[in-house]
């Protein structure tokens, strides 16, 4: 029987050339960013348990974990740096010490890897003996007594040869202040990818154990965004463009693909996503157990949150993502 069915979606489906053809987005390795946990010390790898297939990696392995990627074709970074306790203070005066090993990594990489894009983490929690990213003062986190902190820990950065910062913290005003304090310096070509909606998440659990940044008492709700809002992430990001940012951030990114959509729509700007540490164990978990096929699932919702809108996806599948793709096993 023949039926009068003139359009036929299907025939732009019909062979993985074709797919190919048509297909609406592709998301290639160049378009990763790849997060790397740091610890301090000599020949050190230690495991993260609730993070399968990642590791905190001392300054010397540093080296061969970028050189790998840059074989796969990642070439952007972002560096967290796990600190021991003694060395957390109230103001986090470690994060721009002279000895600070996360900025000898820094110095390190920029001189053996000019062309590499290293983005920084800029937010006091990973320093603060509160574990909060903000100065803790009678259980408040203080916004104005944070941001000349933020400009210390941005400043030594930016001097360490980081190409990008990434204020993490969700203080208010930080992107004017950070941009400013940049340019004053000299620093005109160092950029400011700005957390711009990050979210108070469950999600952020294995990160925690990365780094043992958890807050001391309290949580994060009065600086990070409440899960239930849209519209203030469009101003966030509004504001962070009028305030200098180059890149604006939505994190996490698996549950808030529509406020990907929404930022994307609203500003000018790159967008990035940050497929975080919650997202991967998930599915990682998961795959361990044989409930689901954890590449497919992988590909699925790295698919997803750049098709939602963002330009630039940061995740911890880079290295499983781009090998896939560079074995032609990634539709493209």
Same mark, same amino acid.
């Not at 990434?166 to 992107?175: E, K, N, Q, T, W």
């Given at each position: ?67 790998? %990627? ?25 994060? $721009? %010490? *002279? ?53 210390? @820990? ?5 001097? *360490? ?8 913290? @969700? ?15 000299? $620093?005109?070509?160092?950029?400011? @990818? ?26 994060? &709700? ?7 809002? &849209? ?29 990907? *959509? ?10 990035? *996503? ?9 599915? &990682? ?35 499983? $993502? ?11």
């Amino acid at each position: 029987m023949n039926y009068n069915i003139p359009h036929r979606p299907r025939r732009n489906r019909i062979s993985a050339a074709v797919r190919n053809l048509v297909r609406e987005n592709t998301l290639p390795p160049s378009r990763l960013v790849y997060p790397i946990f740091m610890e301090d010390g000599k020949q050190k790898r230690t495991p993260i348990h609730s993070m399968p297939g990642i590791d905190r990696v001392s300054a010397d392995i540093l080296p061969a974990e970028v050189e790998a %990627a840059l074989a796969l074709g990642i070439q952007s970074f972002m560096l967290f740096p796990a600190v021991p306790e003694q060395l957390k203070d109230k103001t986090a005066t470690y994060s $721009y %010490a *002279a000895d600070n090993f996360y900025l000898s990594a820094i110095k390190d990489l920029k001189s053996r890897f000019p062309e590499i894009c290293l983005i920084s983490d800029v937010a006091m929690d990973p320093y603060n003996s509160d574990g909060h990213d903000g100065y803790v003062e009678d259980g408040n986190i203080i916004n104005d007594k944070t941001l000349p902190i933020l400009v210390q @820990m941005a400043l030594a950065q930016a001097d *360490a040869g980081i190409d990008m910062l990434g204020p993490s913290d @969700m203080m208010d005003g930080r992107v004017g202040v950070l941009r400013s304090a940049l340019d004053e310096s000299g $620093y005109t070509q160092t950029g400011i @990818m700005a957390y711009t909606a990050k979210y108070a998440s469950a999600f952020y659990g294995p990160f925690r154990d990365a780094l043992d940044s958890a807050p001391k008492s309290g949580d994060k &709700k009065t600086y990070q965004m409440d899960y239930a809002n &849209k519209r203030e992430a469009i101003r966030e990001a509004l504001l962070d463009q009028e305030e200098g940012a180059d890149i604006i951030m939505v994190k996490p990114a698996l549950s808030y693909l529509d406020v990907i *959509a929404a930022v994307r729509e609203h500003s000018i700007l790159p967008v990035a *996503a940050y497929n975080v540490s919650g997202e991967y164990a998930m599915i &990682k978990a998961a795959a361990q157990n044989g409930w689901i096929d954890g590449t497919k699932a992988m590909l699925e919702v790295l698919g997803s949150i750049h098709r939602a809108g963002a330009d630039i996806v940061i995740t911890y599948f880079a290295k499983e $993502y781009a090998t896939l793709y560079r074995e032609g096993k990634v539709e493209v």
